[in-house]
């Protein structure tokens, strides 16, 4: 097994240790790591294809050979015969540096360091300097632009004012320009530069900017800059030159970056965003969504990352342009690697990087910042619909992505959104119709009315099923599902408390109807429906006819109430659907059986066609509630 394999196992067994600390299976570990699970994976718009990123981030340090690459030129400096190389100074033992003063701003310099007059700096000075200078830090490289990092690498190298001082300047410097090899062609020149101050002093305990020699411990190689380059650890990658070649002290007050010139904010740091590595495209409702990803540590330091997934259509406040109001689920930041990867020699922390313990080899504070991190996290189960899933960090001033910098060309901070099916689970839906079922079913099967062993706790139980199945169903997904869902549990409270107190049970089922009426409203009636259904007002009437007599007169207003407003109920489910209508109808007979028992006949037989339509009836509504005018419900899945 490679050592990359080695990282790359590693961090497999890093995400399933979170997953399987919390009971589940790990599909995100395989996700993650584009491993086949049989659940569709969909790379993010932020990342190359699920292959690329997740070699790129498998291990906590890129491989050189897998950093992603965005270099100018034509040809690319680093892709020239090694002759040529030789000749324009690319290789460690032909590399020189020239430190000069801006002809057009100049400096005083003591001692500049010109090829011309053999005084420029070569790989055997570098080298001298770094044997008491040298410095090591980690940093994720990151295009201004772009939304995937490029890969974090262990970066090693001079301080760049030990190569200034060598100058010797005296006055009048205030910037510092920095060039790369571009083919000697002006047309092609790419430079940047930093203020004299940001290299002279590290603010805040950040790294020094460095003159680079190596990577993960081995010597930078052509295409990642070498054989030397800037790397400056707060900022985006333009700002580390790669195939440095000269230095110019000037005295011009502002920034001349080949960047600026195409309207780049060049002085932006980087800021701080969360992103998925992969995501499900599709999930089955009830099942818990499991999720990884990364993070890059920006200026403003990382508290956390969270993900908020939100069905489509849902209202949002017309003033949250960036979700601050949203309902974010916070996700776990996983903590440090035991292994780093990237190829460090024996995967060791070289004594004395920056921002780690000498002693332990473990980061002194954790996230670290200008670093990248891995998160992974559970988000709760949803009813079956059409989604989009955001992600974002939060950094540590407690500001949400993509503030508080959320401009373009500034470093890319934009909230990551990703399309998410979730499907209706054919197996979790059949398991919650036939525990309701059961539930009845034995609740038949027992004589008593009273608590255990009595049927009251089944009947409890199957109205509690029959709630699950319209959360399974989507009732969320719509008004219409919401108001069922609603109308569903005062049914449940009616079963709940009727057996104690029949009048009180029945009030909840005549506030059930009345909630069903409203959905029908909400579906969307159709009037010449409803017209053919008032001839239902004859069946009612006959009943009413036939009841009333047969009831205590205590009743009798409430049998008449209740009778109306089903009626009425009735009447609305006709203007909908068939299936609408059955369900209305059945549970319509349902309750003359419910009133030939409580009034007529006080044989529990009644029992045994009342519970079946009953319970049948609220079955079929909470079916239905997954379906909206207009919408239709996902297809099951197995």
Known sequence: ??????????????????????????????????????????????????????????????????????????PLPHSIDEDKRKEVGLTRDTWQLEVI??????????????????????????????????????????????????????????????????????????????????????????RSSLPIGRVLEDYFNMPPVIACYKLNGEWLSQQRGGPVRVVVPEHYGFKSIKWLSHVVLTNLPHANDTYAEQGNNVDSPMKTFAATIAAPREVKSGTPIELTGYAQVGIGGLSKVQVWIEQDGADRPEDDTYFSKAPWVDMEILSPPKTWGGGLPDDKIPTGTHGFDSDTGLPREWPMRFCAVHW????????????TLRCRSVD???????????????????????????????????????????????????????????????????????????????????????????????????????????????????????????????????????L???????????????????????????VAAYTTVITVMLITAGGTTRFIFAAAVVFYVSDIFVARWRFVDHDSANAFICYPLYYTACLMFAISSGVSKGRTLPPPTD
């Not at 569903?488 to 009426?517: E, I, K, T």
């Open 1 to 74: 097994m490679s050592q990359y394999d080695q990282f790359l196992q590693e961090h497999r067994e890093l995400t399933r240790r979170y997953f399987m600390k919390l009971g589940l299976g790990g599909l995100s570990t395989a996700a993650l790591l584009g491993q086949g699970t049989g659940t569709a994976v969909q790379a993010s718009p932020l990342f190359p294809d699920a292959e690329e990123q997740s070699a790129r981030f498998a291990s906590y340090f890129t491989p050189d050979e897998l950093f992603g690459d965005v270099s100018r030129g034509d």
């Open 101 to 190: 003063s801006d002809p057009d701003n100049p400096v005083k310099l003591g001692s500049p360091r010109t090829k011309a007059d053999g005084t420029a700096i070569d790989f055997d000075t570098l080298m001298k300097l770094a044997e008491t200078h040298a410095v090591r830090f980690p940093k994720i490289m990151t295009c201004l632009n772009l939304g995937c990092p490029l890969g974090m690498g262990l970066w090693e190298g001079v301080p760049l004012r030990e190569l200034i001082a060598l100058a010797e300047p005296r006055r009048d410097v205030r910037r510092v320009f920095f060039y790369g090899y571009h083919n000697d062609d002006p047309e092609q020149m790419f």
């Open 376 to 387: 992974a996290g559970v988000y709760p189960s949803l009813a079956p619909g059409e989604y």
């Open 396 to 530: 540590a001033n407690g500001i949400g992505q993509p503030l508080p910098r959320p401009f373009r060309k500034g470093g890319r901070s934009v909230i990551e959104q990703i399309t998410l099916k979730v499907s209706l689970s054919l197996r979790w839906i059949t398991g919650a119709v036939l525990l309701t079922a059961l539930f009845a079913a034995l609740a038949l099967l027992t004589p008593s009315m009273q608590l255990p062993p009595g049927r009251y706790p089944f009947l409890v139980a199957a109205s509690t099923a029959f709630l699950v199945v319209a959360w399974l169903a989507g009732a969320w997904n719509s008004n219409y599902g919401r108001l069922v869902f609603v109308a569903l549990v005062f049914c449940w409270l009616g079963d709940v408390l009727g057996p104690y107190n029949f009048a009180l049970g029945a009030g909840m089922f005549l506030l059930a109807h009345v909630v069903f009426v409203a959905a029908f409203v909400a579906f969307g009636l159709n009037l010449k429906k409803c």
């Open 532 to 558: 053919i259904a008032l001839l239902t007002i004859v069946p009612s009437g006959v009943l009413l006819w036939w009841l009333l007599p047969q009831v205590e007169p205590s009743m009798r207003l409430l």
